[in-house]
C-alpha cells in the first residue's frame, strides 16, 4: 500500500495530551471504515497507548458528510 | 438493550414490494401535466397559458411568437378560427370565459413580428411542391417552409396578392396588407399563370420529392381519389391532400399534411409515430373555489385594443392542479408533482449499485395520507414511499441512520419502560388502557391521571399498558420488528384477558386495529360515555383544533373530539385543512428523525393556519408545536386538568417513561422499582444539553462514556484543557468533552459519529 491516499489529516502539533500516557498526540495513522469501506486518515494518535482522537469539527463536518454519502450507496 | 444491526452493502438481489403496473397506474392519476381545458381543445394545441400570460403582462411580440406556432398567417387564423378552446375555458362554469379568440386577434395586429428567420436557414435536402390556391394549400405551404423544406407553390393566379385574395377572401383590406408583406417575407417560391391540368401535373411531377395539392385540385385530377383524412394523404397517387372545412378545419388539415411530408421525405410510413394529434379531453383539476366570477372585458365591433386585449388576457387563472403541493410541505420542499416524485422513488428501490439519491426524499414524507385526502383523484404518495422504504429494507440497502434513534426509542419503550399490569384486584380485566409511547414521555402526569380516572369509573377492571405500539417499526418499513412488536402486544393482551383497548392515541389505535386488536375505542369516546373528570377545564381564550393525521378517514374520532371540546367550553376558531385534509405535524413517518429540515416545514405549515393556541389529540403534536412556541394543549391535559409544561428534551422523554413505569409500579402495584442510582456526580452545562438534543444523544449515552473512562482512565486532555473520553455503543462512537469537578464531572459537549475509527499499522 505505497500510494495510500490520506482522505484527511490533522497534525495535533504537540498541543493534546493523552491523559492515561502523560505524553503529547501526534500525527498518526488511522482508518475510518463504515458499510464494508475504508478510508485512511492522519489523526492525533497516542504513540504510547494508541489512543485515536476524532475532534468535534472533523465529526460533524467531513465525517458526517462521507456517512451521509455512503448510506445511500 | 441492544443495537440493530447495520445494512449490509454487498447484497445484490432485487424486491418489488410495488408493481411496475401498479406504480404506473399511481402516477397516472396525477393530473399535473394534463394540458389545461383550453389548451387540450386545440387541435394545434396552442398554449393557450403562457400566451395568455405573455398578452396580459403586455408582451405581445412574445403572444405572437407561440401563436405563430400554430399560425403561419395569424391573422388568417384569428379572422376565422371557431376557438374550441373558449367553450372549454372553465371561467364559463361560473361566470364568463376568457374570450380567447379576440386575444388573438389582438395580438396577430399588435404583436410586432419577429425577424425573418426564414432566407438564412439552412434548408432541408427534399424538395416539395404544393400545387392549387386555398386555405389549406396557402396553410400548407406555411408549414412546410417553416420545416425549412425548399418549396415551390403552382397557382394559376399571377401573382402573390392574386393568391393570397384567392385564399383568404374574408381578410379586410388591412389585415390583407400585413399578411402579403408576411407572405413575400417568406421563403416559398412562386410559379404562376400554371394550367392546373393533367398534363400539367405529369410535367412536374418527377421534378419534386414530395407533391402536394390542394382539395380542389385534386379532385379535378383524382375525381376517384380517396384520401386517408388522418394523413391528409392520397396513397395510390402519392400525393398529399385531403378535405377540410373551416378555418381551423384548414390548419389542422395542413398540420397534418405537414407532419406526412415530414414522414415521406425520410422514406418513413407517414402512418407510424405521429404522436398524440388533435384536440384532446383534458383531465385535470381546477380549484375554482377562488376565483371571481366575473364577465368579459366587452369586445368592440373592431376588436379589442391592446389594453383591453391585456385586461381580458389577465383574467385567465392559469388552469392547473396543484392541490397536495399546496397543502403538503413536503411536496413542496422538494418542488414536484407527486406523479414524477413518486416515480424517481420508485426507480430508486430498483438501484443495485451506484447512489441511491432519492433515499432522503423517500424518508421525508411523513406517510400522513394528507395528499390523498386533498386530491382529486385519490394520489397515495404515502403508500408509494412506505413500500418504497420496505423495499430497501428487504433488499437490505435501506440505512439504518435515519430512523435508528427512533427504533431504539421503540425497543427502550417496549423493554426498559414496558409495563403490563392488571389493575390490583383483578386477574383478568375487561379493560386495557393504552395510552402510547409518546403520551407518556411527554405528559406523564396526565398519563396517571387517566388511568386512575378510568379505574375508578370503569367497571370490570383496567388493565395498563405503557409501550409503543409498533407505528415506529411499521413507518420506518421494517415489517419483522413490527411484527415482533405486535406480537408481544397480543401475547400482554391474551394474558390481560382480551380486554378491550382503550388508546390515548388515534395513531396506536389505528395501528393496533391494524394489527389484530379485536375491540379498540379511543379514550375520547369513553370520557364521552363517563362524562367529564373533576378539574377537566376549558382553555381561556379561543383555540384551534388540530386534526390529527391517525384520524384522517375516522369522521367517528374527529367528531367525538370536537365534542369533547365543546363539552369542556373550549371555543374553536375556524382553520382551513382540518378534518381529514389536516396537514402533520412532521412526527408521522418519522419525518421527525430522518429529516429534521422538512418536518420543521411541516410544523410551520400546521402553525401558519391560526394564530390562536393550538388543541391537539396527539401527544407528537402537542409536543411539537409546543417546541416552535406555541401554546399548545392536548385534550387530555384539558381534560385532567394536568400541565404538561414546556416540552422535554430526548433524555428527558426517555426519562419521563422510565419514572412513570417505577411511580406507578411503587403507587399503584406497591412493587419496588429497580432505580440506577449513579453513586458519582454527573452535570450538564446548558450548552452541552442543548447540543446532545440536536444531535439526538443520550444522557444513558454520556454515562456509557462516563463508565468506561471511569474504569480505563483512557482519555485525551485537549487543546483547551479539557478531557475528552469515548465508547462506542451500538453503531456509533460518543465522545464527550468534561472537566473534573468535585466528586464527579461537568459535561460541557458531546457528539458522535457513526464511522468507526482504528489505528493503523505501517
Ligand atoms: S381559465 Fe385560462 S387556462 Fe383555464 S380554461 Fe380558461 S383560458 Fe384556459
Ligand atoms: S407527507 Fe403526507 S401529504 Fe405529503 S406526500 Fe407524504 S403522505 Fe402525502
Ligand atoms: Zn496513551
Given at each position: 500500500m505505497a500510494i495510500e491516499k490520506n482522505y484527511y489529516t490533522i497534525d495535533p502539533e504537540g498541543k493534546i495530551r493523552c491523559f492515561k500516557c502523560k505524553v503529547p498526540l501526534i500525527k498518526g495513522k488511522a482508518k475510518f471504515m463504515y458499510l464494508d469501506n475504508g478510508f485512511p486518515v492522519e489523526l492525533p494518535v497516542c504513540p504510547v497507548c494508541g489512543y485515536v482522537y476524532v475532534p468535534e469539527e472533523l465529526a460533524l463536518g467531513k465525517v458526517a458528510s462521507v456517512e451521509r454519502a455512503l448510506e445511500d450507496k | 438493550m441492544g443495537t440493530i444491526k447495520e445494512r449490509g452493502s454487498t447484497h445484490v438481489y432485487k424486491v418489488n414490494k410495488i408493481s411496475k403496473e401498479e406504480m404506473e397506474s399511481m402516477v397516472a392519476r396525477?393530473?399535473?401535466e394534463e394540458p389545461p381545458f383550453c389548451s387540450a381543445a386545440c387541435p394545434l394545441k396552442l398554449d393557450v397559458l403562457a400566451f395568455l400570460e405573455a398578452a396580459a403582462a403586455g408582451s405581445f411580440k412574445k403572444a405572437l411568437q407561440l401563436y405563430e406556432k400554430i399560425a403561419p398567417f395569424p391573422l388568417i387564423l384569428s379572422a376565422g378560427c371557431e376557438a374550441p378552446c373558449e367553450a372549454k375555458c372553465r371561467l364559463s362554469e361560473i361566470g364568463e370565459g376568457v374570450l380567447i379568440s379576440e386575444v388573438e386577434r389582438a395580438v396577430s395586429r399588435f404583436g410586432e413580428q419577429s425577424k425573418l428567420g426564414g432566407v438564412f436557414r439552412s434548408k432541408k435536402r427534399k424538395s416539395t411542391a404544393v400545387l392549387g390556391s386555398g386555405l389549406f394549400a396557402l396553410m400548407l405551404a406555411g408549414e412546410l417552409e417553416k420545416k425549412a423544406y425548399p418549396i415551390k407553390v403552382f397557382c394559376e393566379q399571377d401573382s402573390c396578392e392574386s393568391y393570397l385574395r384567392a385564399c383568404a377572401p374574408f381578410l379586410d383590406e388591412e389585415s390583407f396588407a400585413v399578411e402579403l408583406k408576411r407572405l413575400r417575407g417568406k421563403d416559398i417560391q412562386f410559379e404562376f399563370n400554371?394550367?392546373?391540368d393533367a398534363a400539367f401535373y405529369d410535367d412536374i411531377?418527377?421534378?419534386?420529392d414530395v407533391l402536394c395539392a390542394s382539395d380542389e385540385l385534386r379532385r379535378s385530377l383524382f375525381p376517384e381519389a380517396e384520401p386517408n383524412q388522418e394523413l391528409m394523404f392520397c396513397e395510390e397517387q402519392g400525393l398529399v391532400s385531403g378535405r377540410t372545412e373551416g378555418v381551423l378545419g384548414a390548419a389542422f388539415g395542413a398540420k397534418k399534411a405537414a407532419l406526412t411530408v415530414d414522414r415521406l421525405a425520410q422514406g418513413l410510413d407517414p402512418r407510424n409515430t405521429r404522436g398524440q394529434e388533435g384536440s384532446v379531453e383534458s383531465r385535470l383539476y381546477t380549484d375554482l373555489s377562488e376565483a371571481a366570477a366575473l364577465k368579459r372585458v366587452p369586445c368592440p365591433e373592431e376588436g379589442y385594443s391592446r389594453e383591453q386585449a391585456m385586461e381580458e388576457a389577465g383574467r385567465c387563472i392559469s388552469c392547473h392542479c396543484e392541490e397536495c403541493l399546496k397543502s403538503c410541505a413536503y411536496l413542496k420542499h422538494y418542488k414536484k408533482h407527486p406523479g414524477l416524485l413518486a416515480r424517481e422513488i420508485y426507480n430508486n428501490t430498483q438501484?443495485?449499485?451506484?447512489?441511491?439519491?432519492?433515499n432522503k426524499p423517500m424518508n421525508a414524507c411523513s406517510l400522513c395520507g394528507q395528499c390523498t385526502a386533498v386530491c382529486p383523484n385519490d394520489f397515495d404518495m404515502a403508500r408509494v414511499c412506505l413500500l418504497a422504504r420496505k423495499n430497501m429494507v428487504s433488499t437490505d440497502k435501506m440505512p439504518l441512520a435515519p430512523h435508528e434513534f427512533a427504533l431504539m426509542d421503540m425497543f427502550f419503550s417496549n423493554i426498559d419502560a414496558f409495563l403490563s399490569r392488571p389493575q390490583p384486584g383483578f386477574e383478568k380485566c375487561k379493560y386495557v388502557f393504552f395510552p402510547g409511547c409518546q403520551a407518556a414521555a411527554i405528559a406523564p402526569e396526565t398519563v396517571k391521571a387517566a388511568y386512575r380516572d378510568l379505574t375508578e369509573r370503569l367497571e370490570g377492571g383496567v388493565a395498563l399498558i405503557l409501550g409503543c405500539c409498533g407505528a415506529i417499526a411499521s413507518w420506518a418499513g421494517r415489517d419483522e420488528m413490527a411484527d415482533q412488536t405486535h406480537e408481544q402486544l397480543d401475547r400482554e393482551l391474551a394474558r390481560l384477558g382480551d380486554p378491550i383497548v382503550i388508546a390515548g392515541c388515534p395513531s396506536c389505535a389505528k395501528e393496533l386495529r391494524e394489527n389484530g386488536a379485536k375491540d379498540v375505542r379511543g379514550i375520547w369516546d369513553v370520557l364521552l360515555e363517563l362524562g367529564l373528570p373533576e378539574g377537566a377545564h376549558a382553555l381561556e381564550r379561543p383555540a384551534a383544533l388540530h386534526d390529527s393525521c391517525g384520524a384522517r378517514g375516522d369522521e367517528k374520532t374527529q367528531a367525538a373530539i370536537r365534542e369533547l371540546a365543546s363539552r369542556l367550553g373550549c371555543e374553536l376558531v375556524d382553520t382551513p385543512y382540518s378534518g381529514d385534509r389536516s396537514p402533520c405535524c412532521g412526527y408521522g413517518g418519522l419525518t421527525a428523525y430522518a429529516n429534521r429540515e422538512v418536518a420543521g416545514e411541516m410544523t410551520e405549515k400546521c402553525l401558519e393556519r391560526s394564530d390562536a393556541p393550538y388543541i391537539s389529540y396527539c401527544m407528537a403534536c402537542r409536543d411539537r408545536f409546543a417546541r416552535q412556541g406555541r401554546e399548545s394543549r392536548h385534550i387530555l391535559e384539558l381534560c385532567y386538568g394536568t400541565d404538561a409544561g414546556s416540552p422535554p428534551d430526548i433524555s428527558e422523554k426517555r426519562k419521563n417513561r422510565l419514572a412513570l413505569k417505577n411511580e406507578l409500579l411503587q403507587e399503584i402495584w406497591l412493587e419496588d422499582a429497580m432505580e440506577d442510582k449513579l453513586d458519582y456526580k454527573l452535570l450538564f452545562t446548558d450548552e452541552a444539553r442543548e447540543l446532545m438534543d440536536d444531535r439526538m444523544i443520550l444522557v444513558e449515552d454520556v454515562i456509557a462514556v462516563m463508565e468506561d473512562f471511569r474504569e480505563s482512565g483512557e482519555a485525551i486532555e485537549d487543546d483547551d484543557g479539557l478531557l475528552v473520553a469515548r465508547r462506542r455503543v451500538g453503531n456509533a462512537t460518543f465522545w464527550v468533552k468534561f472537566s473534573l469537578e468535585d466528586g464527579g464531572y461537568l459535561i460541557r459537549r458531546a457528539w458522535s459519529h457513526r464511522m468507526k475509527v482504528v489505528k493503523r499499522e505501517g
Amino acid at each position: 500500500m505505497a500510494i495510500e491516499k490520506n482522505y484527511y489529516t490533522i497534525d495535533p502539533e504537540g498541543k493534546i495530551r493523552c491523559f492515561k500516557c502523560k505524553v503529547p498526540l501526534i500525527k498518526g495513522k488511522a482508518k475510518f471504515m463504515y458499510l464494508d469501506n475504508g478510508f485512511p486518515v492522519e489523526l492525533p494518535v497516542c504513540p504510547v497507548c494508541g489512543y485515536v482522537y476524532v475532534p468535534e469539527e472533523l465529526a460533524l463536518g467531513k465525517v458526517a458528510s462521507v456517512e451521509r454519502a455512503l448510506e445511500d450507496k | 438493550m441492544g443495537t440493530i444491526k447495520e445494512r449490509g452493502s454487498t447484497h445484490v438481489y432485487k424486491v418489488n414490494k410495488i408493481s411496475k403496473e401498479e406504480m404506473e397506474s399511481m402516477v397516472a392519476r396525477c393530473v399535473y401535466e394534463e394540458p389545461p381545458f383550453c389548451s387540450a381543445a386545440c387541435p394545434l394545441k396552442l398554449d393557450v397559458l403562457a400566451f395568455l400570460e405573455a398578452a396580459a403582462a403586455g408582451s405581445f411580440k412574445k403572444a405572437l411568437q407561440l401563436y405563430e406556432k400554430i399560425a403561419p398567417f395569424p391573422l388568417i387564423l384569428s379572422a376565422g378560427c371557431e376557438a374550441p378552446c373558449e367553450a372549454k375555458c372553465r371561467l364559463s362554469e361560473i361566470g364568463e370565459g376568457v374570450l380567447i379568440s379576440e386575444v388573438e386577434r389582438a395580438v396577430s395586429r399588435f404583436g410586432e413580428q419577429s425577424k425573418l428567420g426564414g432566407v438564412f436557414r439552412s434548408k432541408k435536402r427534399k424538395s416539395t411542391a404544393v400545387l392549387g390556391s386555398g386555405l389549406f394549400a396557402l396553410m400548407l405551404a406555411g408549414e412546410l417552409e417553416k420545416k425549412a423544406y425548399p418549396i415551390k407553390v403552382f397557382c394559376e393566379q399571377d401573382s402573390c396578392e392574386s393568391y393570397l385574395r384567392a385564399c383568404a377572401p374574408f381578410l379586410d383590406e388591412e389585415s390583407f396588407a400585413v399578411e402579403l408583406k408576411r407572405l413575400r417575407g417568406k421563403d416559398i417560391q412562386f410559379e404562376f399563370n400554371c394550367r392546373m391540368d393533367a398534363a400539367f401535373y405529369d410535367d412536374i411531377k418527377g421534378s419534386f420529392d414530395v407533391l402536394c395539392a390542394s382539395d380542389e385540385l385534386r379532385r379535378s385530377l383524382f375525381p376517384e381519389a380517396e384520401p386517408n383524412q388522418e394523413l391528409m394523404f392520397c396513397e395510390e397517387q402519392g400525393l398529399v391532400s385531403g378535405r377540410t372545412e373551416g378555418v381551423l378545419g384548414a390548419a389542422f388539415g395542413a398540420k397534418k399534411a405537414a407532419l406526412t411530408v415530414d414522414r415521406l421525405a425520410q422514406g418513413l410510413d407517414p402512418r407510424n409515430t405521429r404522436g398524440q394529434e388533435g384536440s384532446v379531453e383534458s383531465r385535470l383539476y381546477t380549484d375554482l373555489s377562488e376565483a371571481a366570477a366575473l364577465k368579459r372585458v366587452p369586445c368592440p365591433e373592431e376588436g379589442y385594443s391592446r389594453e383591453q386585449a391585456m385586461e381580458e388576457a389577465g383574467r385567465c387563472i392559469s388552469c392547473h392542479c396543484e392541490e397536495c403541493l399546496k397543502s403538503c410541505a413536503y411536496l413542496k420542499h422538494y418542488k414536484k408533482h407527486p406523479g414524477l416524485l413518486a416515480r424517481e422513488i420508485y426507480n430508486n428501490t430498483q438501484i443495485i449499485m451506484g447512489d441511491h439519491q432519492l433515499n432522503k426524499p423517500m424518508n421525508a414524507c411523513s406517510l400522513c395520507g394528507q395528499c390523498t385526502a386533498v386530491c382529486p383523484n385519490d394520489f397515495d404518495m404515502a403508500r408509494v414511499c412506505l413500500l418504497a422504504r420496505k423495499n430497501m429494507v428487504s433488499t437490505d440497502k435501506m440505512p439504518l441512520a435515519p430512523h435508528e434513534f427512533a427504533l431504539m426509542d421503540m425497543f427502550f419503550s417496549n423493554i426498559d419502560a414496558f409495563l403490563s399490569r392488571p389493575q390490583p384486584g383483578f386477574e383478568k380485566c375487561k379493560y386495557v388502557f393504552f395510552p402510547g409511547c409518546q403520551a407518556a414521555a411527554i405528559a406523564p402526569e396526565t398519563v396517571k391521571a387517566a388511568y386512575r380516572d378510568l379505574t375508578e369509573r370503569l367497571e370490570g377492571g383496567v388493565a395498563l399498558i405503557l409501550g409503543c405500539c409498533g407505528a415506529i417499526a411499521s413507518w420506518a418499513g421494517r415489517d419483522e420488528m413490527a411484527d415482533q412488536t405486535h406480537e408481544q402486544l397480543d401475547r400482554e393482551l391474551a394474558r390481560l384477558g382480551d380486554p378491550i383497548v382503550i388508546a390515548g392515541c388515534p395513531s396506536c389505535a389505528k395501528e393496533l386495529r391494524e394489527n389484530g386488536a379485536k375491540d379498540v375505542r379511543g379514550i375520547w369516546d369513553v370520557l364521552l360515555e363517563l362524562g367529564l373528570p373533576e378539574g377537566a377545564h376549558a382553555l381561556e381564550r379561543p383555540a384551534a383544533l388540530h386534526d390529527s393525521c391517525g384520524a384522517r378517514g375516522d369522521e367517528k374520532t374527529q367528531a367525538a373530539i370536537r365534542e369533547l371540546a365543546s363539552r369542556l367550553g373550549c371555543e374553536l376558531v375556524d382553520t382551513p385543512y382540518s378534518g381529514d385534509r389536516s396537514p402533520c405535524c412532521g412526527y408521522g413517518g418519522l419525518t421527525a428523525y430522518a429529516n429534521r429540515e422538512v418536518a420543521g416545514e411541516m410544523t410551520e405549515k400546521c402553525l401558519e393556519r391560526s394564530d390562536a393556541p393550538y388543541i391537539s389529540y396527539c401527544m407528537a403534536c402537542r409536543d411539537r408545536f409546543a417546541r416552535q412556541g406555541r401554546e399548545s394543549r392536548h385534550i387530555l391535559e384539558l381534560c385532567y386538568g394536568t400541565d404538561a409544561g414546556s416540552p422535554p428534551d430526548i433524555s428527558e422523554k426517555r426519562k419521563n417513561r422510565l419514572a412513570l413505569k417505577n411511580e406507578l409500579l411503587q403507587e399503584i402495584w406497591l412493587e419496588d422499582a429497580m432505580e440506577d442510582k449513579l453513586d458519582y456526580k454527573l452535570l450538564f452545562t446548558d450548552e452541552a444539553r442543548e447540543l446532545m438534543d440536536d444531535r439526538m444523544i443520550l444522557v444513558e449515552d454520556v454515562i456509557a462514556v462516563m463508565e468506561d473512562f471511569r474504569e480505563s482512565g483512557e482519555a485525551i486532555e485537549d487543546d483547551d484543557g479539557l478531557l475528552v473520553a469515548r465508547r462506542r455503543v451500538g453503531n456509533a462512537t460518543f465522545w464527550v468533552k468534561f472537566s473534573l469537578e468535585d466528586g464527579g464531572y461537568l459535561i460541557r459537549r458531546a457528539w458522535s459519529h457513526r464511522m468507526k475509527v482504528v489505528k493503523r499499522e505501517g
